[in-house]
């Protein structure tokens, strides 16, 4: 490679050749000095409106309408005019090709950096990460969300936009505990799976007979054979995917309500990758950017100036105020994640002996980006943090953790802090703020009354004393009883079986003539 | 890779979103502009800007835990050590409530174009006895400018667009100048040096050939005058300003009219494409005047109101055929009216003004601080009830303060059901 090869570009403005170069320059460095696998790039250059568009949308290029997505589009309208909040520099979508939204005034550094950090960082984190491998499909999210949004045109157009928007009200309000935790026997493919709903709807359209009606059916089985432990089995319980439970067992759904909640919970599944890698992701993108322009620097292709701006802009993003600071608002998944990549580039080629004895593994194996690319492949936020914080980057960041208990009237207790004694628990405890497992409510379905009143029964079971927010929980479970459309009740259970709390909710008559 | 421009799609992806959420909120977001209608200028009150409404009903709820033994790692420790015991308020956390957060959760604030502000602020009103709806609605088009084509009839060349077209093209083409042959052949007149010569004459001869190749005027040049058909109103709407400019009307009055007039005016000019104002001021004699002098000149004198009710008459029966317009009146008077006046103003009201009129509202203007209830019957209103009794069709209403003047005129245009509407 020459050593210099001239400027990419100088000054602050940007053409589309220069796009163009500035993208191959760091393909080549991300290639061949950091050996990333990257989807195919499609950069998009956009305005601020369009990246307000884009907010209010989760970020996707389309997406069925909504008023929930009008609100928050008139919510970050008005803080941007305010000027109490400015816009991202970019957005990228998990998608193949993948799709980098930038915004048309960033300067050619600017451009540089997020192409860097966009196109090649995230890019190489979806397509390597284990989560997104396995719950999500880049080649088929688009046209997804595409066959998404003429559905619910559809439907809107069928069956009212009322009917449609009471449902998909109740969908949302499920949306985060429409996911599949643990992965099923088959890949998901988002493209089989549009063309299965049209073959269903298909099928069921040219097999209908009336006839079917008539033919007598077997003798009824009483109660007592139905034994509940059998019921259960047969209902698929207990199970945590309440708008997978709905969509197949909710008793007076219409067919297009059905469709509709599996397409809320594709959708769910799609983003809960993101939700547990922020701070690897984040991370990654940030390293791989770091690199890329250091380098870009080093070749004598980004001239002096360009880099400070960029080593300004580098440092606000990777900036972790302290948690006495007024801007403090918990972890900066820049920050952290960038300190832990940085330091496993330490670890791997300029070991000390702490190091040798916490990382055995990976302590001087000198190939810095083979590990990390094992690592961005193959953890999740939580894993992540519990394998690879190192006690010199908790003593870094002067982390400690802080226990607090209501019961406790003297106050909260310092539980522990960066020193010998605290390295290990500090860890895990800053790991299982990343773990969903305790950041989402466990609520499952346990049981429904089939002999009784078709009463749908589930289950909150309470860590460490965090209840429901009750307002909150009577809204959500009435959006549930307007699905399942009979009472539904939820109880709220410790460990030690004592129930906490019970709610009970009829469906309102509005939803069920709907 | 492949990089598209996006910034040249079409915008406003959200507006549908958008509208959808407006809907759903209309009654609050209708509240809430009603609310900060009432605290802002005529001028400013059309201008859009900022509402905030009650997050109620609006809210995305999901389930969410609180409470419970909390743990959590922070960054930044400066001085504990494990098994310290923070007390719970104050700084030793740094993690107290944040007041603002409430705040959020509670008023949802955005901000309404022009536009969707003066579609909710008047949503709920209605043109009172349409009549003459239809007609108001009719248009008949006409013709009007509309830049240039590339093809039309003859009679349509744009001559000066067309010659200058052609100049660009035989510049960027570089057809030779007829001075450059000019010199060049008397050069060669001149020319000596048969070798030179040669080389001149073939230069000569290539130029005549480009000379040829490229026309003075081609037909890509040539462009038409471009017409377009726009719609004309064919019926429109004048609305009559009538007010006693007499001495006992005062500054604070006259405000309370002029801001009534101006709702008037914008509520007409949306259902009108044109609306012409007419300004009669009168005190024992009436005259029509500019805006300026209508609200700020000096005036004083008797009160005689049917001087005024003639000059609308005159100027209606000159001016606007009520075949071709829709008329509007608004009197605004503190109510004094001279006592032998009264059979002139019924006659001219039933007789002249009102058979002609769409709407006839009379708004009697009361000094500040003084309830409605308490402003005593005047001649003028007393008069008028007697004419609405008689089955005359009149609106009136009392106003003494600024801030009633939303109320009052929403309760004039009102949307009657329809059965009220009939008779």
């Not at chain 1, 998009?44 to 907010?55: F, G, K, N, R, S």
């Not at chain 1, 099923?184 to 049209?198: I, N, V």
């Not at chain 2, 308490?374 to 609106?395: E, F, H, I």
Request: glycine share 6%; aromatic share 10%.
């Amino acid at each position: 490679m020459t050593a210099t090869a001239g400027f990419l570009f100088e000054g602050a403005d940007w053409d589309f050749t220069k796009l163009q170069r500035i993208h191959d320059a760091c393909e080549e460095i991300a290639r061949s000095e950091l050996g990333l696998d990257t989807y195919p790039n499609q950069i998009e250059v956009i305005t601020a409106e369009q990246m307000l568009d884009a907010y209010s949308s989760a970020g996707m290029p389309l997406f069925y309408k909504h008023w929930s997505f009008g609100k928050h589009f008139a919510h970050h309208e008005a803080f941007y005019r305010k000027g109490i909040m400015g816009l991202a520099y970019e957005i990228v979508i998990n998608s193949s090709p993948c799709i980098s939204y930038l915004m048309e005034e960033n300067t050619a550094t600017m451009q540089t950096l997020v192409i860097a950090h966009a196109a090649f960082g995230h890019n190489h984190f979806f397509k390597n990460n284990y989560l997104f491998r396995q719950w999500t499909d880049a080649e088929g999210i688009l046209d997804y969300l595409d066959f998404a949004k003429s559905y619910v045109a559809q439907c809107e157009e069928r069956h009212g936009r009322l009917a449609v928007e009471q449902t998909l009200d109740a969908a949302h309000a499920l949306m985060s505990h429409g996911i599949d935790r643990y992965p099923g026997k088959k890949k998901l493919d988002l493209r089989a799976e549009e063309k299965r709903a049209g073959e269903r709807r298909q099928h069921e359209e040219s097999a209908f007979n009336d006839l079917w009606r008539t033919v007598p059916t077997g003798p009824v089985k009483s109660a007592e054979l139905l034994s509940s432990e059998r019921r259960r089995n047969l209902l698929g319980l207990p199970q945590e995917n309440l708008l997978y439970f709905l969509e197949k067992t909710a008793p007076r759904l219409q067919l297009w309500q059905r469709e509709l909640l599996r397409i809320v919970r594709h959708i769910a599944q799609y983003f809960y990758p993101q939700s547990q890698t922020k701070v690897m992701n984040e991370g990654t993108a940030t390293y791989v950017h770091y690199r890329i322009m250091t380098r870009l620097h080093e070749q004598g292709r980004l001239s002096d100036g360009n880099f400070l701006e960029f080593l300004t802009s580098h440092t606000n993003v990777v900036f972790q105020p302290n948690f006495d600071d007024q801007r403090f608002s918990g972890f900066n998944p820049y920050a952290l994640g960038f300190a832990m990549m940085q330091d496993i580039e330490r670890i791997v080629s300029n070991p000390d002996d702490e190091d040798r004895e916490w990382f055995p593994d990976i302590a001087g194996t000198g190939d810095v980006m083979a590990v990390l690319r094992d690592v961005w492949a193959n953890y999740r936020d939580e894993s992540f943090i519990s394998q690879f914080l190192s006690p010199r980057l908790i003593r870094h960041l002067r982390l400690f953790h802080l226990h607090d208990d209501p019961e406790q009237r003297a106050g909260i207790r310092v539980d522990a802090i960066h020193d010998e004694r605290g390295y290990r628990r500090v860890r895990r405890e800053l790991a299982r703020q990343y773990d969903v497992g305790y950041i989402d409510p466990n609520i499952e379905v346990v049981d429904v009354d089939l002999a009784g009143n078709r009463r749908l029964m589930l289950r909150h079971t309470v860590i460490k004393g965090a209840q429901l927010n009750e307002a909150d929980a009577k809204r959500v479970l009435q959006h549930l009883a307007d699905l399942w459309s009979y009472d539904v009740s939820l109880v709220e259970v410790d460990a030690s079986d004592n129930v906490l709390k019970e709610y009970v909710l009829n469906p309102r008559a509005l939803a069920a003539a709907a | 890779m492949h990089i598209v421009d996006r910034r040249l799609n079409p915008g406003s992806k959200s507006l549908e979103n958008r509208q959808r959420f407006l809907r759903r909120a209309k009654a609050l977001v209708q509240g809430a502009v009603k609310k900060s209608s009432q605290d802002r200028d005529i001028k400013d009150v059309l201008e859009g800007g900022e509402v905030s409404i009650p997050l109620d009903g609006m809210n995305e709820p999901r389930f969410r835990r609180e409470g419970g033994t909390r743990d959590m790692v922070l960054p930044g420790n400066k001085k504990f050590i494990e098994g310290d015991i923070l007390p719970r308020s104050g700084e030793g956390s740094g993690r107290a409530s944040d007041p603002g957060e409430g705040d959020g959760e509670d008023a949802f604030r955005f901000v309404l174009s022009r536009d969707e502000f003066v579609d909710l602020f008047l949503d709920d009103l209605e043109l009172p006895d349409l009549a003459k709806r239809k007609l108001a609605e009719a248009e008949s088009e006409g013709l009007r400018r509309a830049g240039y084509a590339t093809s039309g009839s003859p009679a349509n060349i744009s001559v000066s667009r067309t010659v200058r077209l052609a100049l660009a093209r035989r510049v960027a083409l570089r057809r030779p100048r007829p001075e450059t042959i000019a010199e060049l052949e008397a050069e060669i007149a001149d020319c000596g040096d048969e070798a030179r010569r040669v080389e001149l004459m073939a230069e000569l001869a290539a130029l005549k050939a480009k000379l040829r190749r490229i026309p003075f005027i081609d037909p890509i040049d040539i462009r038409y005058r471009r017409f377009e058909t726009m719609p004309k109103p064919v019926a429109q709407a004048v609305m009559f300003c009538l007010m006693d400019v007499s001495g006992s009307m005062s500054e604070h009055m006259k405000d309370l009219a002029k801001r009534f007039y101006m709702l008037l005016y914008v509520f007409l000019t949306r259902r009108y494409r044109h609306v012409e104002i007419v300004f009669i001021r009168h005190t024992d004699r009436a005259e029509e005047v500019d805006e300026d002098t209508f609200f700020h000149g000096p005036a004083s004198g008797g009160t005689l109101v049917s001087s005024a009710l003639q000059a609308m008459h005159e100027i209606v029966r000159s001016r606007f055929r009520p075949a071709d317009w829709n008329i509007y009146a608004a009197q605004a008077s503190d109510g004094d009216n001279s006592g032998s006046d009264g059979a002139a103003v019924s006659r001219l009201l039933t007789e002249m003004i009102l058979p002609v009129s769409q709407f006839f509202a009379y708004l009697e203007v009361g000094e500040t601080g003084g309830s409605t209830f308490d402003m005593p019957d005047s001649s003028l209103w007393t008069l008028y009830q007697r004419l609405r009794a008689d089955g005359v069709p009149l609106s009136m209403r009392k106003v003494s303060d600024r801030s009633e003047i939303f109320p009052v005129f929403h309760d004039l245009f009102h949307r009657r059901r329809k059965q009220e509407k009939a008779p």
